[in-house]
C-alpha cells in the first residue's frame, strides 16, 4: 500500500489564485481529513469526511472547500487564495474514526501565498 | 472545546540522556493520547500511544505516562540517538465534537527535540 499520498509537494499561489489540493488513500479508510500546519504551531483540523459524500467542517474552514466522491480520494479547494493561507497542508485517513484510533498522515504540500 | 498545552518547545540533550515531553488537556473527557514524530519534510507519524483506562505503556525505549486526574501525560525517550531528533507532538481525543461520533484529534504546539552527538 502507498498510504496517504499527496499531491504537488510544494507549490507558490499568488493572492486571488484558486488551486486544489490533492490527498488519495489506498487503505479503503472511511475517514479523512485536512489539516493546516502553521510554524511553531501544532495542526489544525480544517474538514473531514466521515464516508463517500459527507463532509464537515473543523476547526477553520474558511477559505476552504472540499468534497468526497470516492472513498479513495479527499481534495481540498482553495478558492481565493489569501497571505493568510501559507502554510503546510497534511491530508489524513483512519478507518472508522473511532475515538481511539490512530490517523495516518501524507506527506504534506507547502502552500506559499505572495 | 479541547485545549492542549505542550512543554517544552524545544529540547536539547546529548546521546545517551533522557528526554521528557508533557503535555496537558483540559477535556476530563478525553480518552485517547497520541504522540506524534515528524521528520523534517514529512507527516506526523504515530509513535506510541495510551487509553485513558492505563496509567503506562513502554516501546523499547519510548515510554508513556497518563495522570487522568491531573490531566497530563508525558512522552520519555530514553538512551537518545541523533535519530531522535524531530519534531513531537502530542495528541488528545475528544468524544465531544458536535455531538457526533467523530473524535476531533486536537494537536499540542510540538516540541523540537535536538540530540547532539
Known amino acids: 500500500n502507498a498510504g496517504v499520498t499527496q499531491t504537488p509537494k510544494f507549490r507558490i499561489l499568488k493572492i486571488g489564485q484558486s488551486m486544489t489540493l490533492q490527498c488519495a488513500q489506498d487503505?479503503?479508510?472511511?475517514?479523512m481529513y485536512w489539516y493546516r500546519q502553521d510554524p511553531g504551531m501544532g495542526l489544525k483540523l480544517i474538514y473531514y469526511?466521515?464516508?463517500?459524500?459527507?463532509?464537515d467542517k473543523g476547526e477553520v474552514p474558511n477559505g476552504y472547500n472540499v468534497s468526497r466522491s470516492t472513498t479513495e480520494d479527499f481534495p481540498l479547494r482553495l478558492e481565493l487564495a489569501a497571505p493568510s493561507q501559507t502554510s503546510v497542508y497534511f491530508c489524513?485517513?483512519?478507518?472508522?474514526?473511532?475515538?481511539?484510533?490512530?490517523?495516518?498522515f501524507g506527506p504534506g504540500t507547502r502552500l506559499l501565498v505572495l | 472545546g479541547e485545549n492542549v498545552e505542550q512543554h517544552p518547545s524545544t529540547l536539547s540533550v546529548q546521546e545517551g540522556d533522557s528526554a521528557v515531553i508533557k503535555c496537558t488537556y483540559s477535556?476530563?473527557?478525553?480518552?485517547?493520547f497520541p504522540w506524534y514524530k515528524q521528520e523534517l519534510g514529512k507527516g506526523p507519524q504515530l509513535i506510541i500511544d495510551?487509553?485513558?483506562?492505563?496509567g503506562e505503556k513502554k516501546d523499547q525505549r519510548i515510554a508513556v505516562t497518563l495522570n487522568k486526574t491531573a490531566k497530563h501525560f508525558s512522552l520519555h525517550i530514553t538512551e537518545t540517538q541523533p535519530e531522535d531528533s524531530a519534531v513531537y507532538f502530542c495528541?488528545?481525543?475528544?468524544?465531544?465534537?458536535?455531538?457526533?461520533?467523530?473524535?476531533?484529534?486536537?494537536f499540542g504546539q510540538g516540541t523540537i527535540l535536538t540530540v547532539h552527538p
Open positions: 469526511s466521515v464516508g463517500a459524500g459527507i463532509t
Open positions: 495528541a488528545a481525543i475528544s468524544p465531544r465534537a458536535g455531538g457526533t461520533s467523530y473524535g476531533k484529534l486536537t
Open positions: 489524513a485517513s483512519n478507518p472508522s474514526g473511532r475515538r481511539q484510533e490512530t490517523q495516518y
Open positions: 487503505m479503503n479508510h472511511n475517514y
Open positions: 477535556d476530563s473527557a478525553s480518552n485517547y
Open positions: 495510551i487509553r485513558s483506562n492505563v
